[in-house]
C-alpha cells in the first residue's frame, strides 16, 4: 500500500501575536500575495490566508515553544487510504478543526515535523472528528 500525492495544498508559517499586521503588509505589499478569505470562525487565533501559485500560505501566531502549529499540507487522491496506510506504520494521527471541503489529519513525522494530509472532497466534512 502507499500514499499517492497530488500536490502541496498550503504551508503554514507562525510570528509572534505583535508581528501578525507587520507580516500581512510583508506579504501582501511587499510579496505581491494575493490574500484570500480565511475561515476565521474555526480558529482560536487570528492569521491571514494567501494564494501563492496553485498553492496557500497561511499565517498564524504563536509563541515560541516546543510544539508548533507550522506545518505543510499536501493533498492525496484517497485519505481514508493514506490514514490506514500511516496506521499500519504506527504513525499517531491527530484530528484538525474541520474546513468545507477538506477531508484531513495530521501527524509528526519521526523528525518532529508537523505534516498535513487532506483531501479536497468539495462538500462538508463527514468526520466525527474535531
Given at each position: 500500500m502507499s500514499i499517492t500525492f497530488t500536490r502541496i495544498n498550503h504551508?503554514?508559517?507562525?510570528?509572534?501575536?505583535?508581528?501578525?499586521?507587520?507580516?500581512?503588509?510583508?506579504y501582501s505589499e511587499i510579496l505581491g500575495l494575493q490574500l484570500i478569505e480565511?475561515?476565521?470562525?474555526i480558529f482560536e487565533t487570528p492569521g491571514?490566508?494567501?494564494n501563492i501559485g496553485d498553492a496557500q500560505l497561511h499565517i498564524g501566531v504563536e509563541t515560541r515553544r516546543h510544539t508548533t502549529d507550522r506545518h505543510t499540507a499536501m493533498e492525496v487522491?484517497?485519505?481514508?487510504?493514506?490514514?490506514?496506510?500511516l496506521e499500519?506504520?504506527?504513525i499517531e494521527i491527530h484530528a484538525q478543526a474541520k474546513v468545507a471541503g477538506w477531508e484531513r489529519f495530521a501527524f509528526v513525522d519521526p523528525f518532529g515535523n508537523r505534516m498535513e494530509l487532506l483531501q479536497v472532497t468539495g462538500k462538508e466534512s463527514?468526520?466525527?472528528?474535531m
Open positions: 504551508f503554514h508559517i507562525c510570528v509572534e501575536p505583535e508581528n501578525l499586521e507587520e507580516a500581512k503588509i510583508f480565511r475561515p476565521d470562525h491571514y490566508w494567501f487522491s484517497d485519505i481514508k487510504s493514506a490514514r490506514n496506510h499500519a506504520n504506527d463527514t468526520s466525527t472528528e
